[in-house]
């Protein structure tokens, strides 16, 4: 018989919580320090037969089997462990002499736990090494689309079946503000994608991570939002792959980026693309108005006639554009000032950039500071977004102020300043901006009457006024008239589709004999309404002066304030005639050979009341 020493010599370097019970006298004899930790001091001092009362039938077979069989192994004894509480056990029995049975224990509770902690590794394992070759993948399109992806890493988070993180990686943690410690062994869903950017309940069973292992499919989502731990959200991109445990499903890895940044950027970007799409649409209008102005085989400038006044102008052109300096046409309306403004830009080496054209008349001052110097998001009420002013698309190029003597007073200042200077500031932005643009100012008033009068700076005249240009009314140079009309009849024929009409002797006698108030534009807008209504390829005019006090001396030259008085009256005869009607085909648009839309502009300009023409 094996006394006590035998016996703790016997069992003490077993695996496995282990005791020796000697069933004669109903004790335990000897047990290991595993089985101590397991069972306890007071399980191990009681009687057997007492700890086994509960199931007494159950231990008899047990014994009985390992006396017949030498070793048995069952799961129906339980024995008080060393909290207290009852073990769920496998045991294994063996005989060793009379009366002396070897029981080893196998915590079943424990083994389980072992076993879930075995799975866990093993799926993350594998998630790991499928992240692994996912993420090898994403690096090569990350590789391809630097611009996009350079400045945002990527974030890697595993989950099992039932939605629980089995690994988060650091870049993970540093975007989602959650450490390692907080989400491994947590359901995700409900911890960082739990709701919309709008702050509505995202169901779990939407949610497109779960669905790509529920359905076995990858999914891929460009625009979704994760919950940082901070409460915040993050928008982000991500790619949702199953990853399997044996061929069995077992998770999901997801890859993703926080792409905060880059929506702001894009966003911001789209707006660029439609503000530049915007002025792109504005520049080309303006520069086809200002580049399909009047052009000659007389003079590459675009300048049509022969008239001693035409070959002088040609001659100032050539002049200002080789000059940097900044030119002043004046001269009546409709006498070709945005024309020589043209043709000085196209015949300068700023040719190849734009030639942007500002209205100064009719507008406030908010409104011109906003169109010429351009604003920041916020600088005002209804700024949504940042806007490039006009004088910085002429940078390099050709800034055309049209009717400058309607400049505001303030933005007399202002532009005055950028002359000065050199640089100027967008509204509602505190960095000064470089320019370097050629300034073309046309005026139909006399500029340096407006000065005297305290209407326009005389600082702000005399730097716009280094090279003066005068073009001249249309009624002192009537050997230009055939050469005009030839040239504006071609372009409307084409414009038009029209047949082939020619001007007879007889035409240009009756063009030469009328004085021509409008000038230039005045001219055009008759050829081009005769050719319209021409039967038969025969042009007729019919131009008629109107019951005004127009000068008899045809030599007589008109001041400024005279010429604008005669333009009124001819204005109101035509309304009278018209019975106060501005469009239709009797309209005073019509009339005067104006579109109807520049014919209200030029009544408004003229200070004339319609109303009292009705």
């Not at 996912?134 to 974030?155: S, T």
């Not at 062994?185 to 949610?207: Q, T, V, W």
């Not at 024309?339 to 196209?346: F, L, V």
């Not at 110097?373 to 600088?379: D, L, P, V």
């Amino acid at each position: 018989m094996l006394d006590e020493t035998e016996s703790a010599d016997l069992i003490a370097h077993h695996p496995m919580p282990t005791i020796i019970v000697d069933t004669r006298s109903d004790s335990i004899v000897a047990a290991n320090e595993a089985g101590r930790a397991l069972l306890g001091e007071a399980t191990l001092s009681a009687p057997l037969s007492r700890q086994m009362e509960n199931d007494f039938s159950a231990a008899v077979v047990f014994f009985d089997a390992v006396a017949h069989f030498g070793s048995y192994v069952d799961r129906s004894l339980s024995l008080m462990g060393a909290t207290g509480a009852a073990l769920r056990l496998q045991t294994y029995g063996a005989q060793l002499k009379s009366g002396l049975v070897l029981l080893s224990f196998l915590d079943l509770d424990e083994h389980d736990r072992r076993n879930q902690q075995a799975e866990r590794e093993a799926h993350q394992k594998a998630g790991i090494s499928q992240w692994q070759n996912i993420y090898g993948f994403f690096r090569e399109v990350e590789a391809q689309n630097h611009l996009i992806l350079e400045a945002a890493g990527e974030g890697i988070y595993g989950i099992n079946a039932k939605g629980q993180a089995t690994f988060v990686n650091r870049a993970a943690q540093e975007m989602l503000g959650w450490s390692s410690d907080d989400l491994i062994g947590r359901e995700l869903h409900s911890i960082i994608h739990h709701k919309h950017l709008s702050g509505n309940h995202f169901p779990a069973d939407e949610c497109p991570i779960y669905k790509s292992f529920r359905r076995d499919q990858t999914m891929r989502v460009e625009d979704d939002v994760f919950w940082r731990k901070d409460g915040k959200p993050i928008l982000v991109e991500y790619v949702s792959t199953p990853i399997y445990d044996h061929d069995v499903l077992a998770g999901a890895v997801v890859i993703f980026r926080d792409v905060t940044e880059r929506k702001e950027n894009e966003r911001k970007l789209r707006d660029a693309l439609a503000q530049v799409e915007d002025l792109k649409v504005k520049l080309q209008q303006e520069n086809e108005y200002l580049l399909t102005e009047i052009r000659s085989a007389q003079s590459h400038t675009g300048v049509v006639g022969v008239s001693p006044a035409i070959k002088s102008l040609n001659a100032q052109i050539d002049l200002a554009a080789r000059s940097g300096a900044h030119v002043l046409v004046s001269g009546p309306s409709g006498s070709g000032k945005s024309m020589t403004a043209s043709a000085i830009h196209e015949a300068s080496d700023r040719h190849h950039r734009p030639l942007v054209r500002i209205n100064c008349d009719q507008k406030k001052a908010a409104d011109l500071e906003a169109e010429l110097f351009g604003y920041r998001r916020g600088a005002f009420a209804g700024a949504v977004r940042d806007m490039t002013g006009k004088l910085l698309m002429a940078h390099n190029g050709t800034l055309h102020l049209d009717e400058v003597a309607s400049l505001p007073a303030k933005v007399q200042a202002s532009l005055h300043d950028v002359l000065h200077t050199g640089h100027f500031r967008r509204l509602g932005d505190g960095t000064d901006i470089p320019v370097a643009a050629k300034v073309i100012a046309t005026t139909s008033y006399d500029l340096l009457a407006e000065v005297r009068a305290g209407r326009f700076r005389q600082d702000l005249y005399f730097a716009l006024n280094v090279l003066p240009i005068m073009t001249e009314p249309l009624q002192n140079r009537p050997e230009d008239i055939p050469y005009l009309a030839r040239h504006y009849l071609d372009r409307t024929m084409r414009r038009l589709r029209l047949p082939k009409m020619t001007l007879t002797k007889a035409n240009i006698e009756t063009l030469q004999s009328y004085d021509w108030p409008g000038n230039v534009r005045e001219l055009e807008n008759v050829i081009e309404r005769t050719a319209i209504l021409a039967q038969g390829g025969r042009l007729q005019f019919d131009i008629q002066s109107g019951p005004l006090d127009a000068p008899t001396q045809t030599n007589r030259v008109l001041t400024q304030k005279e010429l604008r008085q005669f333009e009124i009256k001819n204005f109101e005869a035509a309304l009278h005639r018209a019975k106060g009607k501005i469009s239709g085909k009797s309209g005073a648009a019509a009339i005067l050979g104006l579109a109807p839309t520049t014919a209200y502009s030029k009544a408004k300009s003229l200070g004339i009341q319609m109303d009292q023409f009705s």
